[in-house]
Structures are given as C-alpha cells and as structure tokens.
C-alpha cells in the first residue's frame, strides 16, 4: 500500500499516512460490532506492517463518533450457535481473543482512540495496546452477565486489575463509565476532547506516538489505576464493603439493606443478569487476580465462554436482549446454577495457543 493509499473493504478501512497505518472500522448500523471476517482483516494488515520500515504507529478509530465497537456481533453468533453448533461459535470467540492478543504484544505502539461506545470486544480491541484514548462521548462497559456470559476479550484481566472490587462491581452489573473512570479503573490512559482526536491523528503521521499523544497532555487529562475514582459512581470504600462478599447471594442481601443512592441500580442490574453468568462471572474474577499475566487470563475467558455457550443462557439472553427485546430471558433453574457453573471451568482440550509465532493467526 502506498503512502497515503487507502484500501476499503466495506468493514474496515485502511490507510497509510506518512509513518501511521490507520484502521478504522466501518459498521455504523451495528455500532461496529465485531463479526469474523473484520478479525481476520484487522489481524492480515497488523502482519502486514509489523516488518514494514515506513509503519511506526498504528490507529485503530471509529468512521462513526457514536461507537468505537460494541462488541462482538451477537446476532451473528448466535446464528452460528443455532445453525452450526457450540464448537463453531467458540470459534469466533477463539478468534477474537487471538486478535487481542496480538495487538497487546504488537511490537509497535498501537493508538486506540475509544471514542463513543466501547463494550465487550471493543475493549478487547482497544483496551490493551500502548496508547489508550478515550473522550467526554466514550461510554465503556463489560455487559456481559445480562446475556448470559462473563466479561471477555481480556475485560477480566483489566477489570481484576481495577483498584479494589470495583473491578468485581463493574463485572458483575455492567455498569457503564465515562472516559474519566475508565481511566481511573484502567481501562484507558488519557481522556481527550473529541474535537482533538483529527489533529492527533495527523501528528502521529508525522511523529512518534508516545511523542504525538504526550502533546496533548492537559492537567488532568491522564492518570492510573490507582488515581482516583474519577468521576465514578459509589465511594470506594463503600463499594469494597458491600462487595468484599463469599458470594453473590451476600452481595445482593448487601445491597438490599444498603442506604447507598447506587445499591438499588446495583441490585437491579444483578436481578436482570443471569444467575449462571454472576456465578461464573464472580468466580473468574478472583481467579483472574491470581493468574499472572493477560495471556493467561485470556486462556481462562476462552473456557469459560467456550464452555458458556453450551448452555442455554446465552441464546436466550441474546434473543431477549437483542432480537425479540421482550427483556424477559428465561433463564437457567438456579437449581442448576452450581453444578453449570462448575462445569464451565472444566479443562478443554483445545486452547488459544498464544505463541508469538501463532499470534492472531485463525
């Protein structure tokens, strides 16, 4: 590709300007909802520029300022969990989880501007490269549990990661943050104006990118994890005490018999998600904090959803949620819930296979 050339295949747009190679997706009608093909494009161009000597940043954007990405396309893998079979929809996942992979150990910095709504696959894509930008119009959340699955696409490594339980908070209810929390939970690094992101675009064409994105620092536009609550809903305190629990059933009595203005929408959100999915989802997170590095906790998301989508609550949250929008999933017996939830994390004999040299390969 040449310099300045562009190459459009419907999904995603790719471009070269001067040392940046610029990816941006193109869904607007489904918020950039991730399907397999777009995987397989972002990962080709990504092996693509790694060896080339005129590529030293890569962009990955929006075309549209409502989304970043959404996720993974549900539809389109419900319909593959319907019509082919749960090993055909792990596919997909396993493909997903491949491709963050690559891009968080990409040997060049990756820019993600993680403007507008990023959930899901979209923190998967966005959420673990070098350089993370978010804005005022970023909306970001790990909703997993309300379709029936548990937060993926490397959200649990970051989400275990957060300062306190609030990582077991967000994952849990999927409670969205703006740009300012999600970099104080660490999902992001820099909060921008919107309005800056075409000019620091076109300074990453011309300059390094720790340099590029470093010229648009502003007092209190970058923090870490462990700064403060940044705009987040529920004192940290408070939020490790109810949170700090055995179990979800304590959590939820918690929450009933607490005065906090946020434990009702907290306990609301735990009453729409499926039982199965806090189940799983509560255990991961405290194994996650035990694992030692995002491959690993990778490996773990891919059993667990692998596992997850042999059950029935992921068709049904999907098709409540998305399709029918009845917002009336019936879900799994909790009767069952125990033993379901066990078998998730039950070995499989097929993994990710994160080599470097099988990296983002599928």
Same mark, same amino acid.
Request: aromatic residues 6%.
């Given at each position: 590709?040449?310099?300045?050339?562009?190459?459009?295949?419907?999904?995603?747009?790719?471009?070269?300007?001067?040392?940046?190679?610029?990816?941006?997706?193109?869904?607007?009608?489904?918020?950039?909802?991730?399907?397999?093909?777009?995987?397989?494009?972002?990962?080709?161009?990504?092996?693509?520029?790694?060896?080339?000597?005129?590529?030293?940043? /890569?962009? %990955?954007?929006?075309?549209?300022?409502?989304?970043?990405?959404?996720?993974?396309?549900?539809?389109?893998?419900?319909? %593959?969990?319907?019509?082919?079979?749960?090993?055909?929809?792990?596919?997909?996942?396993?493909?997903?989880?491949?491709?963050?992979?690559?891009?968080?150990?990409?040997?060049?910095?990756?820019?993600?501007?993680?403007?507008?709504?990023?959930?899901?696959?979209?923190?998967?894509?966005?959420?673990?490269?070098?350089?993370?930008?978010?804005?005022?119009?970023?909306?970001?959340?790990?909703?997993?549990?309300? %379709?029936?699955?548990?937060?993926?696409?490397?959200?649990?490594?970051? #989400?275990?990661?957060?300062?306190?339980?609030?990582?077991?908070?967000?994952?849990?209810?999927?409670?969205?943050?703006?740009?300012?929390?999600?970099?104080?939970?660490?999902?992001?690094?820099?909060?921008?104006?919107?309005?800056?992101?075409?000019?620091?675009?076109?300074?990453?064409?011309?300059?390094?990118?720790?340099?590029?994105?470093?010229?648009?620092?502003?007092?209190?536009?970058?923090?870490?994890?462990?700064?403060?609550?940044?705009?987040?809903?529920?004192?940290?305190?408070?939020?490790?005490?109810?949170?700090?629990?055995?179990? /979800?059933?304590?959590?939820?009595?918690?929450?009933?018999?607490?005065?906090?203005?946020?434990?009702?929408?907290?306990?609301?959100?735990?009453?729409?998600?499926?039982?199965?999915?806090?189940?799983?989802?509560?255990?991961?997170?405290?194994?996650?904090?035990?694992?030692?590095?995002?491959?690993?906790? #990778?490996?773990?998301?891919?059993?667990? /959803?692998?596992?997850?989508?042999?059950?029935?609550?992921?068709?049904?949250?999907?098709?409540?949620? %998305?399709?029918?929008?009845?917002?009336?999933?019936?879900?799994?017996?909790?009767?069952?819930?125990?033993?379901?939830?066990?078998?998730?994390?039950?070995?499989?004999?097929?993994?990710?296979?994160?080599?470097?040299?099988?990296?983002?390969?599928?």
């Amino acid at each position: 590709m040449t310099d300045g050339g562009a190459l459009e295949s419907g999904t995603l747009l790719a471009a070269r300007q001067g040392r940046l190679a610029r990816l941006t997706l193109n869904r607007p009608g489904v918020l950039n909802a991730l399907d397999r093909p777009t995987c397989r494009r972002i990962a080709a161009c990504l092996a693509a520029w790694r060896d080339d000597p005129a590529v030293g940043t /890569v962009l %990955i954007d929006s075309a549209s300022p409502r989304a970043f990405c959404a996720g993974g396309d549900l539809r389109a893998i419900r319909a %593959i969990l319907v019509g082919d079979g749960p090993d055909a929809a792990a596919a997909f996942f396993r493909a997903c989880y491949r491709l963050v992979a690559l891009l968080a150990a990409y040997p060049k910095p990756v820019v993600s501007f993680m403007d507008g709504i990023t959930m899901g696959g979209g923190v998967g894509l966005g959420g673990h490269v070098r350089h993370r930008v978010v804005t005022e119009r970023t909306v970001l959340a790990m909703p997993e549990t309300a %379709i029936g699955l548990t937060p993926d696409a490397g959200g649990s490594y970051i #989400l275990s990661r957060a300062p306190g339980l609030s990582g077991l908070r967000l994952a849990l209810t999927g409670r969205r943050m703006g740009g300012e929390e999600a970099v104080a939970m660490g999902f992001a690094d820099r909060v921008l104006p919107a309005g800056c992101l075409p000019e620091l675009a076109r300074e990453l064409a011309r300059r390094p990118a720790g340099e590029g994105v470093a010229m648009f620092a502003s007092p209190g536009s970058s923090a870490g994890p462990a700064g403060a609550a940044g705009g987040a809903e529920g004192d940290p305190a408070a939020v490790d005490r109810l949170y700090d629990a055995p179990d /979800v059933a304590t959590i939820r009595r918690r929450l009933a018999g607490s005065a906090a203005p946020w434990a009702a929408a907290d306990l609301a959100a735990l009453e729409r998600a499926s039982p199965l999915a806090l189940e799983v989802t509560f255990r991961a997170y405290f194994a996650a904090r035990r694992l030692p590095d995002l491959n690993s906790v #990778l490996e773990q998301e891919y059993r667990l /959803v692998a596992n997850l989508v042999r059950q029935p609550d992921f068709a049904e949250g999907v098709r409540a949620r %998305i399709l029918d929008k009845d917002q009336a999933p019936g879900w799994l017996d909790p009767d069952r819930v125990p033993r379901a939830a066990a078998a998730c994390f039950a070995p499989r004999a097929e993994g990710l296979d994160l080599s470097p040299a099988r990296a983002g390969a599928d």
